[in-house]
């Protein structure tokens, strides 16, 4: 029983002497002796980073911040969260006005050559969302009814092969802004909206009156920070704090928030190999 007796000693570092172990010039020190976490960020997009009804910032990658901030100070709510484009998600990295990015950044290996990602803490996909009265609601009768399914999508030059990925003899509807590829469900124009999967867990778990999940997800693409290149002391907390909430022993703040945004409960952690 020495493990577990000796669990809390374990925990008992300070602050002083953790910046001491990290280089001098790495996020980490400087993070720990400034007092306070900074984040870049948006605040428009649920369920990722948005203003709740009393005007507070909260969200999936709002909670990654939170998490963060536990690691570091055992409080999270000493972080301060930097409202930004996402065209300086990798910018306000690299030239250190804030510490890291947490914000729905789609990792690739072009963007890797910029900075580095932290683990990926969320894997994004499309899929489809429908009406919850539609006779044609799951995605097993939009793939039955073959020619006659349509589709909305964002404009893109990836649409139609994204749509026929899945369903091959759709038609394909596609629209400028994602307000109306929605407004082109809900008026019945289409048969499905294919949006984003986070998208569609956060509108069916919310409104379940007014939007379906449909059950197919296809395309996954992996989320992680970002944070600047070559500070290995400040990539490996973050990858380990990220790892020990996801599926350590202080998953609390990343099942919570994942059960709100997302209207699900995580995948139960079971002790032996590590699924990981």
Request: hydrophobic share 45%.
């Amino acid at each position: 029983m020495a493990g577990l007796a000796t669990a809390g000693a374990l925990t008992a570092v300070s602050a002083e002497k953790a910046a001491a172990q990290a280089a001098s010039d790495s996020v980490l020190r400087t993070a720990l002796d400034r007092g306070k976490l900074i984040v870049g960020t948006g605040s428009t997009n649920a369920p990722w980073h948005f203003e709740n009804d009393a005007g507070e910032l909260v969200g999936m990658d709002i909670t990654m911040g939170h998490i963060l901030a536990k690691g570091l100070f055992d409080d999270p709510t000493k972080v301060e969260f930097v409202p930004q484009d996402p065209a300086q998600r990798i910018p306000n990295v690299t030239t250190n006005k804030v510490d890291i990015t947490i914000q729905f950044m789609t990792m690739t290996a072009q963007r890797s050559q910029l900075i580095h990602f932290s683990r990926p803490y969320y894997v994004e996909g499309v899929a489809l969302l429908t009406l919850p009265g539609s006779e044609n609601k799951t995605f097993d009768k939009l793939l039955a009814n073959g020619a006659n399914t349509r589709i909305s999508i964002l404009q893109n030059v990836d649409a139609e092969s994204s749509v026929h990925f899945a369903l091959p003899q759709a038609q394909v509807l596609q629209i400028d802004t994602q307000a109306n590829v929605l407004q082109a469900l809900e008026s019945k124009r289409a048969d499905a909206a294919a949006v984003d999967l986070s998208t569609v867990r956060w509108l069916a778990s919310r409104n379940p009156d007014k939007y379906f999940d449909a059950g197919k997800s296809w395309y996954s693409m992996l989320y992680g920070a970002a944070v600047r290149q070559g500070d290995l002391d400040w990539l490996t907390f973050v990858n380990q704090t990220f790892t020990i909430a996801m599926f350590g022993h202080e998953t609390a703040l990343y099942d919570g928030a994942f059960k709100e945004y997302f209207g699900q409960e995580p995948p139960a952690r079971h002790p032996g190999f590590p699924v990981i």
